[in-house]
């Protein structure tokens, strides 16, 4: 495996220096990654989550292939997803199930103008981000009507059919789909507003799940399934001295949510609020004042047509921020301050968890440089009495991109939620008389550092060689889950629960992209990773986990209009087990090797109408999965075709983002 | 598990030559067939050929009705369509079910004097809706389902617009236990010329 993966790179190496030779140098992406709209929809990107699959630096995974979980580079882990998500400046929460879900977002890939993928510290909106982020970015229409629709579906291979009358024994396979999505947006004037509709359905009934869910149908006898319905609205105004943004929207899922610590599914609906303002001020022509707020409103209740099941929770975030920016001495300074406010609940009966109150302060500087930029950020937080200060730099140059963080870190755990949603009131409020006993503020501290060699950076290739390293040493024993490197869009690999109480991750790897100008677009990245957990208590846990992934794409224009493309994802895992003992499905498992392999090969073909107005979309995915061992065992092979089709009165082609954003400024 | 894999490697293979095709073969027919230069509606009867697989046992094949479209699209003709069939259960222990085929393909036309044959590739979605979806597995009350289909059609010009057609395919459904279906159709075409601006619209 090392010998193939070193000629591989070898070969990459050559093919890279080849392209390469009197090519001019210009600018760099350290620790960040750009997807433009045409680019996710060339690539087969139909839902936002799929965007995981374009990441092979982020490992996630997902259980019914609608809900994924993921770790940039190993930042955080998969229960506890530190990294986090925005749209269009504005943070968008982790569930009350612990899950930052792109899919509940009320954003279709057709509003995405693009999408910003952070591996390093950096900041964003006043608020600092040490353990990855998304950034996703909308199009708005600042200048006349647009208004366009969009439909995708799904489907696997190997459903009953008719024989479900005849073969008891045949389940339904996982359908994707049907998602639908609309928008009407209008601006002049400086002023714009925008409304999104979207829709999405999911089957997740694949057999691998589906001994789990059956006991959940419900009583119109449907095969339990997800319904997401998510409408917004956006207004603003922009200025030559302002611009401002507010932004309304709901998300209600109708889920079968997968609880990883109750390591089960549990019928819930989530309806999720959101209500934030972005607006920036001009000071003169060398200062800027910011302000952001974002409140969000997450409700747990029971789930139409399920039965005698209610977990009735709330949860209510607000947070808020304001900054000033300035340059002097050719830095260009952000120095902030916010307050963080958190707060769960049972909606109709007592408060359990007092207010979790944080409040924080900021500043960073960013230091042009002829070839490149710093960036050096500094955060307090002060929290139940207890100081957490972030430390990052970056340092970004035209032949090296390295960045370091020291981070101490809070957590709220609600233990008092999951097991309200697991026992139900009663049992729950004979335990204690003050339950807010069960809830806890955590705290962890997290080392990181990133470097980034360019071996090759001009028009047509980059080619870099990077590696990383991540310490976390927590101050509890959390229970959590891992697993191997599962593909997005369904359910693979390994789960269980393991004790995490710190432990470090590295990862080395190669990557080379090569733009062929309209004509094949390449990337390639290989890379090795190790984790390693340093507890002990349970008798299942993991030591030390190698693990290697070779991720592969090609888009080609083959034809005006006409775009095909191709990826290639390797994942394969080596575990040691230190202790004997017995799998959820009740295999019994022995210490030894583990080595879970997955292949999955991607084929999409797009086509463009009305210069860019109208699209139509295919993919085939087929995914071959291996395991020595566990759950589940043995060789798994699938096929899902996808078929992807939108309008929109205005062809879109915008690319506001494209730029380095350390070269902006900062808001 | 030999049978799926030999079936999968079908369509692999299929859809790389259709690649080839289209990848390869671009460049000239783009001049002889200028993309969406045209466009031709069918519609058709059609009929199911039974054959001797299990579902045939539980299954009679009614009468269905199609319609579809075509364009030049490079190298070739792009298809869209819509077929619909009856099936009414032998036997009381299934139901009787309506189907929607779904589909888009790809054909590559050849001209012999007024007659036109084509062979022509079909990916789509079978979508089988069932009478009554009282069971005593639990289930939807409709299953849709990932098709394939290789065509064989002539056409006879009869003027430079209309036309009469006949067609034959072969139609997996990749089910668990895979669906074959046979169909015969025939019917009436209309074509007509688009103008500069639409093919210009279409080709961006």
């Known amino acids: 495996m090392r010998s193939r993966i070193s000629k591989i790179m070898k070969a990459v190496v050559l093919f890279a220096m080849a392209s390469a030779i009197a090519s001019p140098v210009h600018g760099q992406l350290g620790g960040r990654d750009v997807f433009h709209r045409d680019e996710l929809l060339d690539l087969g990107v139909y839902r936002p989550a799929d965007i995981f699959e374009l990441m092979p630096s982020w490992s996630s995974w997902s259980i019914d292939g609608f809900t994924h979980r993921a770790s940039a580079s190993g930042k955080s882990n998969y229960t506890q997803e530190r990294w986090a998500l925005f749209v269009d400046g504005r943070r968008v929460e982790r569930s009350l199930l612990g899950v930052i879900d792109l899919n509940m977002l009320p954003v279709s890939i057709q509003m995405i103008d693009s999408v910003e993928v952070f591996n390093v510290p950096t900041t964003i909106s006043g608020q600092y981000v040490g353990d990855g982020a998304i950034h996703i970015h909308t199009h708005r229409e600042v200048d006349g009507f647009d208004a366009g629709v969009n439909v995708y579906t799904g489907n696997e291979i190997n459903d009953p059919g008719p024989f479900l009358y005849k073969d008891g024994s045949l389940s339904n396979i996982d359908r994707v789909g049907p998602d639908y999505g609309g928008f009407l947006q209008g601006g002049g004037g400086g002023f714009y507003a925008t409304v999104t509709a979207n829709y999405r359905e999911h089957h997740a009934t694949d057999s691998h799940i589906s001994h789990r869910t059956r006991v959940l149908h419900d009583n119109n006898n449907h095969s339990p399934r997800k319904l997401l319905y998510t409408p917004s609205l956006r207004v603003g105004f922009n200025s030559e001295s302002s611009q401002t943004d507010i932004t309304v929207s709901r998300s209600t899922m109708q889920d079968i949510a997968f609880v990883p610590s109750y390591g089960a599914e549990i019928p819930v609906r989530q309806t999720i609020h959101s209500v934030s303002y972005n607006g920036s001020y001009s000071i003169g022509d060398a200062a800027k004042l910011m302000a952001s707020v974002v409140a969000t409103e997450d409700f747990a209740h029971g789930r139409d047509n399920f039965l005698a099941w209610d977990p009735n929770i709330k949860s209510d975030i607000l947070r808020a921020r304001a900054a000033l920016g300035f340059t002097a001495n050719n830095v260009l300074w952000s120095v902030g301050a916010g307050l963080d406010l958190f707060r769960v609940r049972p909606g109709n009966y007592t408060l359990i968890s007092d207010q979790y109150r944080v409040y924080k302060a900021y500043a960073t500087a960013d230091l042009p440089r002829p070839d490149g930029t710093d960036q050096v950020t500094a955060e307090v937080g002060h929290v139940a009495g207890a100081i957490l200060p972030k430390v990052a730099l970056s340092i970004r140059r035209t032949h090296i991109n390295a960045s370091a963080s020291f981070s101490r870190n809070s957590v709220y755990e609600s233990h008092s939620l999951l097991y309200w949603m697991h026992m139900g009131y009663d049992a729950f409020s004979s335990l204690s008389a003050n339950p807010s006993n069960f809830d806890d503020i955590k705290a962890n501290t997290i080392a990181t550092a990133d470097l980034s060699i360019n071996l090759l950076n001009n028009e047509t290739v980059k080619l870099s060689a990077f590696g990383g390293f991540r310490y976390s040493q927590n101050d509890w024993a959390t229970i959590q889950d891992f697993t191997f490197i599962p593909g997005p869009n369904r359910f693979q690999g390994d789960l269980r629960i393991v004790p995490d109480l710190g432990g470090s991750h590295v990862d080395l790897g190669l990557r080379g992209e090569h733009d062929g100008d309209g004509g094949f677009d390449h990337f390639l990245q290989g890379a090795v990773r190790t984790v390693t957990h340093g507890g002990d208590i349970f008798r299942e846990i993991m030591r030390e986990v190698p693990r290697y992934n070779l991720s592969y794409r090609v888009r080609y224009t083959a034809l005006p209009g006409f775009t095909m493309a191709g990826m290639l994802n390797l994942h394969s895992a080596t575990e040691w087990r230190s202790f004997y003992g017995t799998s959820r499905e009740g295999t019994p498992f022995y210490g030894g090797p583990v080595v879970p392999t997955q292949m999955k090969l991607s084929l999409s073909a797009r086509k463009t109408l009305f210069d860019g107005r109208m699209y139509a979309s295919l993919k085939i995915d087929n995914v071959l999965n291996r395991s020595l061992q566990d759950w589940p065992a043995g060789e798994v092979r699938d096929m899902t075709f996808h078929i992807a089709v939108g309008a929109a009165l205005k062809g879109r082609s915008s690319l506001r983002y494209s730029e380095d954003p350390f070269a902006r400024p900062l808001f | ?204």
Not at chain 2, 5 to 10: D, E, H, K, L
Not at chain 2, 62 to 81: C, D, I, M, Q, R
Not at chain 2, 120 to 133: S, T
Not at chain 2, 136 to 161: C, I, P, Y
């Open chain 2, 1 to 204: 598990m030999f049978g799926m894999r030999r079936q999968i490697a079908a369509i692999w293979s299929s859809c790389i030559v259709v690649t080839l095709l289209i990848t390869t073969a671009g460049g000239d027919s783009y001049a002889q067939h200028r993309p969406f230069s045209s466009v031709e509606l069918r519609a058709a009867l059609l009929d199911n050929l039974s054959n001797d697989d299990t579902f045939f046992l539980h299954w009679h094949a009614g009468k269905g009705v199609g319609l579809s479209g075509k364009t030049p699209f490079y190298a070739g003709n792009a298809e869209l369509g819509l077929y619909y069939n009856t099936y009414d259960a032998i036997g009381s222990d299934v139901p009787g079910m309506k189907a929607l085929h779904m589909f888009v393909g790809w054909g590559y036309p050849l001209q012999v004097k007024s007659f036109t044959l084509e062979p022509a590739f079909r990916l789509g979605n079978y979508r089988m809706i069932f009478n009554d979806g009282s069971t005593q597995f639990r289930s939807e009350m409709d299953e849709s389902e990932f098709s394939t289909s290789v065509v064989m059609s002539g056409k006879l010009n009869l003027n430079r617009s209309l036309g009469i057609f006949g067609e034959v395919s072969r139609t997996t459904v990749y089910t668990y236990y895979r669906l074959y279906y046979n169909y015969i159709g025939a019917g009436v075409s209309l074509r007509f010329n688009t103008g500069s601006a639409f093919q210009g619209a279409l080709s961006q």
